[in-house]
């Protein structure tokens, strides 16, 4: 993680967290980067002095930087404590895994021969058969404007971790 200071066209400086400094330079590109007190999007690198760690002793908790001068920011009212998934979100992702579960037990996976298996079924040239199978978002596409009728799977959280 990277700490910029920054400044906008109006002066206004403030801080902000970056995963790289790649980062920081596509998410001003894209006009992501905002100064809180002004919201312009048009914003530098300020000057700043390097932090470094010295690795011969122990760390030591550098004092936080003093706020830029300017209007003070609202207080945040306190937040009520959230949890992580609801009991609601919990029964609802085990019945989208339960369904998820269904239609691969009980369909052919054909891979990515789904669009040409899919067409194949909606035009009369093979039986109608439950299937299953990766399509480009290109692909997909064109089925849908052929009027072929399909739906993606379910994808749940815990297929991305």
């Avoid at 609202?74 to 085990?94: C, D, G, H, L, T």
């Amino acid at each position: 993680m990277i700490r910029y200071s920054l400044q906008c066209e109006s002066g206004h400086e403030f801080e902000s967290w970056f995963a790289s400094s790649d980062a920081y330079d596509k998410q001003v590109k894209r006009k992501l980067v905002t100064c809180p007190a002004c919201g312009s999007a048009k914003v530098e690198k300020a000057i700043m002095a390097p932090r470094l760690a010295r690795t011969d002793k122990p760390r030591e908790m550098l004092p936080a930087p003093m706020p830029a001068p300017g209007p003070a920011p609202p207080v945040a009212e306190p937040k009520a404590p959230v949890a992580m998934i609801s009991p609601q979100e919990q029964e609802f992702r085990q019945k989208l895994k339960a369904l998820r579960d269904h239609l691969v037990q009980n369909a052919e996976h054909v891979g990515p021969r789904f669009p040409e298996e899919a067409r194949k079924m909606h035009y009369g040239e093979i039986e109608h058969r439950s299937i299953y199978g990766e399509a480009s978002p290109e692909e997909a596409k064109e089925l849908h404007d052929e009027g072929i009728e399909f739906h993606p799977l379910p994808v749940l959280p815990e297929d991305r971790n």
